[in-house]
């Protein structure tokens, strides 16, 4: 298990307020202190993910509704993943939709992994604490999106 | 356990102690899981697109013999009914660049193959809890 593990900055896009508060509770009891930022619809977060593109300090790792204001998850998801500079960030998918259509289509899209919220408290922050054990612990992510300068503060979490 | 339904994993790996004890390891916490081993990338090409019954998960190595892993994976997601297959890339690699292609080329996850045992069990351990647990997986009867 890899000992060089360094704070990830995480986009969160999610407009429900409860749905936030846990996942940011969540990350929180993890053993390392990533950055949070929240977008809370999707035009949001693509205004967000351009900003950070010009200043070259995308997220590692976004965490996406899909059902959004706006702009919706799929079509954040389709711009993510036809993006040249965007599309190796790892996209997980956290939704109360657990429609086959949803996930065929999202993984068809290039989602990294469709996950279906749980409704329980303590199983939703069960999911993000594997989320987040599965993806800063033991993946590795595209190197260059590792750490680096907090770009947006529009939407950060205090 | 997953509610989309059970896990069949499809793993291309050609060093027989990793698979072997990555089989094992993923058993011994899952005793239903459906596990595919083959050991190089054309036998794993071949398996998916000739038999029904597709995996709904790819384990990778890129280091294979013939085909290598990175045109397997190409493969897998240039294929309209195979796509949607999540390919984990599971390898002794590190390299930077191989880890961007492999997001690029639309890898699900880059995992390194931790080198001591105790490692390689507790990852292959959490690989597991992820994908049976958390995630959902797709589990249409793709024709191939």
């Known amino acids: 298990v890899p000992r060089d593990l360094q704070p990830v900055q995480i986009l969160l896009v999610e407009d429900n307020p409860h749905d936030i508060e846990i996942t940011v509770r969540a990350l929180k009891k993890g053993q390392i202190r990533n950055e949070l930022l929240v977008a809370r619809d999707g035009e949001q977060a693509l205004e967000m993910l351009a900003a950070a593109r010009e200043a070259g300090t995308l997220p590692g790792l976004i965490l996406l509704d899909l059902n959004l204001p706006k702009v919706g998850g799929i079509e954040v998801l389709e711009a993510i993943k036809r993006d040249a500079d965007m599309r190796r960030i790892p996209v997980i998918v956290l939704t109360t939709s657990s429609r086959e259509e949803d996930v065929v289509r999202t993984y068809d899209l290039g989602v990294n992994t469709f996950i279906t919220k749980p409704v329980g408290f303590d199983d939703f922050m069960r999911v993000v604490s594997t989320i987040q054990e599965y993806w800063i612990i033991i993946a590795t992510l595209p190197a260059n999106q590792r750490g680096g300068p907090a770009p947006v503060h529009a939407g950060e979490v205090p | ?144």
Not at chain 2, 20 to 37: F, I, Q, V, W
Not at chain 2, 84 to 103: E, M, Q
Not at chain 2, 130 to 143: F, G, T
């Open chain 2, 1 to 144: 356990v997953n509610e989309a339904g059970p896990l069949h994993i499809l793993l291309v790996e050609n060093n027989n102690s990793d698979s072997e004890a990555l089989a094992r390891l993923m058993k011994r916490h899952d005793p239903t899981l459906r596990l595919t081993l083959t050991i190089d990338g054309d036998e794993a090409l071949e398996r998916l697109t000739t038999h029904g019954d597709p995996p709904n998960l790819v384990i990778l190595d890129l280091g294979l013999t013939g085909r290598d892993g990175r045109d397997v994976l190409r493969a897998i997601k240039a294929h309209p009914n195979l796509r949607h297959i999540p390919v984990i890339v599971f390898t002794g690699s590190s390299r930077p660049t191989d880890v961007r292609n492999a997001y690029d080329a639309g890898a699900s996850t880059f995992i390194r193959k931790p080198g001591s045992f105790e490692d390689f069990s507790r990852v292959v351990q959490v690989i597991h809890t992820y994908w049976s647990q958390a995630a959902v997986l797709p589990q249409e009867e793709a024709p191939v």
